[in-house]
Nanobody, 121 residues
Framework: QAQLVEFGGGSVQAGGSLRLSCAAS??????MGWFRQAPGKEREAVAV???????AYVDSMKGRFAISKDNAKNTLYLQMNSLKPEDTAMYYC?????????????????WGQGTQVTVSS
């Protein structure tokens, strides 16, 4: 049974950093990604990474966020720096087995439960 479990959310002041982790069990995915959903808003993509470690970011996330993956541990990471109050959201790890890896929410069939990130001003 494929399972994704996120860790590392919390509360931080603006300008601070957090590192999210997502432990994947049961399968080795071809593509993994981070998405987020703020209250009252649609779930949006943050970044994705393929099995070779090639990342792709939503333009607005470039520079402050960094996605990485440890294939040996089957764990996905998201390093978030210079956090802003507008980054406050539930952050979700997602994955799929297809060969392509693009920033497209509809491609992802496996989702974690999410971890809350709250940034105060």
């Amino acid at each position: 049974q494929a399972q994704l479990v996120e860790f590392g959310g919390g509360s931080v002041q603006a300008g601070g950093s957090l590192r999210l982790s997502c432990a994947a069990s049961g399968s080795v995915y071809k593509c993994m990604g981070w998405f987020r959903q703020a209250p009252g808003k649609e779930r949006e993509a943050v970044a994705v990474i393929d099995n070779y470690g090639n990342p792709a970011y939503v333009d607005s996330m470039k520079g402050r966020f960094a996605i990485s993956k440890d294939n040996a541990k089957n764990t996905l990471y998201l390093q978030m720096n210079s956090l802003k109050p507008e980054d406050t959201a539930m952050y979700y790890c997602a994955a799929h087995f297809s060969l392509w890896c693009r920033i497209s929410r509809g491609d992802f069939g496996y989702w974690g439960q999410g971890t809350q990130v709250t940034v105060s001003s």
